[in-house]
């Protein structure tokens, strides 16, 4: 079965549409379900995802780099969330959580300002230019948030396989057109794309071990695996490092062998 991913604007009947898509090919429809597993998982209140992801708080704006830890954290929950398919995930940047994977169908759901006003109007009691300014508002932070976490424009539309105006279609159109592709060859799982999905599963588990340690946290690290052969390539000044990461990586499940290729740092950075 395929996974289909479905990103859409504030107040756009995105979720309607991922609910019907997900009842239509009997899938299963997940959204926070993804944090949940992520704080499970990886010891993160759910709420500091909630930050990142979602217009609340400013105080990742000063802390940009340790936004990789979110991002790491959140592909690795995905990826379990995903395992054997049949997936509609309708939350943030799910377009950017299966880089490479021919089973995903990549989905946008767009809709002009004003069908977006009346939506805001009947569920939130604003409108005319309060309306516009709370959603360019959200708009905003929004593409911010997923901008400085997947460094990413959420509405290219290059970045999807299939956008839908939601104000020139139905809930039910949309769910069938979604659902129709998303049956079609190109979106069914080969041996070639379950194996890699498998080894971007194996990766993002490793990466998200390594980012939650305290001894490698701070560690800019590249992650490649192939079949459960992991390599794991990296400057180090500490050589005693080493250990730890191979240590770690060989302890996350799906990894068969490590293979190491750390470099000290140039001598001008270890004697200034």
């Given at each position: 079965?395929?996974?289909?991913?479905?990103?859409?604007?504030?107040?756009?009947?995105?979720?309607?549409?991922?609910?019907?898509?997900?009842?239509?090919?009997?899938?299963?429809?997940?959204?926070?379900?993804?944090?949940?597993?992520?704080?499970?998982?990886?010891?993160?209140?759910?709420?500091?995802?909630?930050?990142?992801?979602?217009?609340?708080?400013?105080?990742?704006?000063?802390?940009?780099?340790?936004?990789?830890?979110?991002?790491?954290?959140?592909?690795?929950?995905?990826?379990?969330?995903?395992?054997?398919?049949?997936?509609?995930?309708?939350?943030?940047?799910?377009?950017?959580?299966?880089?490479?994977?021919?089973?995903?169908?990549?989905?946008?759901?767009?809709?002009?300002?004003?069908?977006?006003?009346?939506?805001?109007?009947?569920?939130?009691?604003?409108?005319?230019?309060?309306?516009?300014?709370?959603?360019?508002?959200?708009?905003?932070?929004?593409?911010?948030?997923?901008?400085?976490?997947?460094?990413a424009d959420w509405l290219d539309p290059?970045?999807?396989?299939?956008?839908?105006?939601?104000?020139?279609?139905?809930?039910?159109?949309?769910?069938?057109?979604?659902?129709?592709?998303?049956?079609?060859?190109?979106?069914?799982?080969?041996?070639?794309?379950?194996?890699?999905?498998?080894?971007?599963?194996?990766?993002?588990?490793?990466?998200?071990?390594?980012?939650?340690?305290?001894?490698?946290?701070?560690?800019?690290?590249?992650?490649?695996?192939?079949?459960?052969?992991?390599?794991?390539?990296?400057?180090?000044?500490?050589?005693?490092?080493?250990?730890?990461i191979v240590r770690i990586t060989k302890?996350?499940?799906?990894?068969?062998?490590?293979?190491?290729?750390?470099?000290?740092?140039?001598?001008?950075?270890?004697?200034?």
């Amino acid at each position: 079965m395929s996974i289909i991913t479905i990103s859409h604007a504030s107040y756009s009947s995105g979720a309607q549409i991922a609910g019907k898509v997900a009842s239509s090919l009997n899938y299963r429809s997940v959204d926070r379900e993804v944090l949940i597993e992520a704080s499970r998982r990886y010891g993160i209140p759910e709420t500091k995802y909630e930050e990142v992801l979602e217009a609340q708080g400013h105080w990742w704006e000063r802390w940009i780099e340790s936004l990789r830890l979110y991002r790491i954290t959140i592909q690795a929950a995905m990826c379990e969330v995903a395992q054997g398919g049949g997936v509609v995930y309708y939350g943030r940047a799910g377009q950017e959580l299966f880089p490479g994977i021919k089973h995903v169908l990549k989905v946008l759901i767009v809709a002009p300002m004003e069908y977006r006003m009346q939506e805001v109007k009947a569920r939130k009691g604003l409108d005319g230019e309060n309306a516009r300014h709370f959603l360019k508002e959200l708009d905003r932070v929004r593409t911010r948030r997923l901008r400085a976490v997947f460094n990413a424009d959420w509405l290219d539309p290059v970045g999807y396989d299939l956008v839908l105006n939601s104000y020139r279609i139905s809930t039910e159109g949309a769910a069938r057109v979604i659902a129709e592709l998303a049956r079609g060859e190109e979106f069914q799982p080969t041996a070639e794309s379950e194996r890699a999905f498998q080894d971007l599963t194996t990766t993002s588990r490793v990466q998200a071990t390594l980012i939650i340690s305290p001894k490698t946290r701070n560690i800019i690290l590249n992650v490649r695996s192939d079949s459960g052969k992991v390599t794991v390539s990296g400057i180090l000044a500490d050589p005693d490092l080493e250990k730890e990461i191979v240590r770690i990586t060989k302890g996350v499940a799906g990894v068969a062998e490590v293979i190491t290729d750390i470099e000290p740092p140039p001598i001008e950075y270890m004697h200034p």
